[in-house]
């Protein structure tokens, strides 16, 4: 089975406080994308482990610590299933902000599942996901949502930027999500996200914002610059997503490239 684990933006994070286990509260949106890692599963009859096979961008860590490999084990020690043959390309960068890695552990939940005729209803799923990851139950419906708590808690929300553009640009820069976290200060936001979200997108920069930027670009201005040109060349909205380093910017029309992106990972994809 042959899957398309898809990366997601975040339109605004505010860090509202910190909650009694020692995480942090938020609020924010979660949009789907369509940047796509692909995922291929495979029974292997009568093998004694799984084998994993790993192209495209790099990926850090040892591949026991995986996430689809996470994701087999969970199911494993409830379900009992058989080993898999796993080849996972990818095409979401790391380190970014996008979900990349919570997206291919949801998705290789739904197709075990599917695979092995396990039945398991959605709601058992994000319980499952969610185990894994506070986002990684949101790419179970992969729909638009407003979050909250640590970034699992979420609320369906009406929201479609069908016919925009989205443009992503990574710079080689990696951002431990527990680095960002400790130099921000948490706030109440002067206005609820889930209302501005609902202004139209020529305000949502005057607006809406992420609590991470303001720490981050002074860490690394370079992110700061992406967003800046992203704004130079047509955007209608621009942002970093999550803890970055990826920034992305909402355009109503198709851009053309800017030479000034060429040493960093980029995408134009339209929005749906």
Known sequence: MIVHPNA????????????PNGYHSIETVFYPVNVYDHLKIEPIPNAAENQFVVKGLSIDGKPENNLVIKAWQLLRDE??????????????PM????????SDAAFMLKTLNDLFQLDIDREKLKHLAAKLGADCPFFIDNQ??????????????????????????KPDIHIATANAYAE???????????????????????FIKNDFEESIFKRYPLIAEIKQKLYETGAVYA?????????????YDRPVRNGYFDNYFFSIVPLS
């Open 8 to 19: 997601k933006i975040n339109i605004g994070l505010n860090i509202t406080g910190l909650l």
């Open 79 to 92: 379900y009992k299933i058989a080993p898999v043959k796993i080849f996972l390309e990818k095409n979401i």
């Open 95 to 102: 380190g970014a902000g996008l979900g990349g890695g919570s």
């Open 144 to 169: 638009p949502v407003f979050a909250q708590g640590k970034g699992d808690e979420f609320h369906p929300l009406k929201l479609s930027l069908k016919n925009f553009y989205l443009v992503l640009v």
């Open 184 to 206: 921000t200060v948490p706030k109440k936001p002067e206005f609820p996200l889930q209302e501005l979200v609902k202004k139209p997108i020529e305000e949502w920069k005057y």
């Open 239 to 251: 942002s970093m997503s999550g803890s970055g380093s990826a920034v992305y910017g909402i355009f």
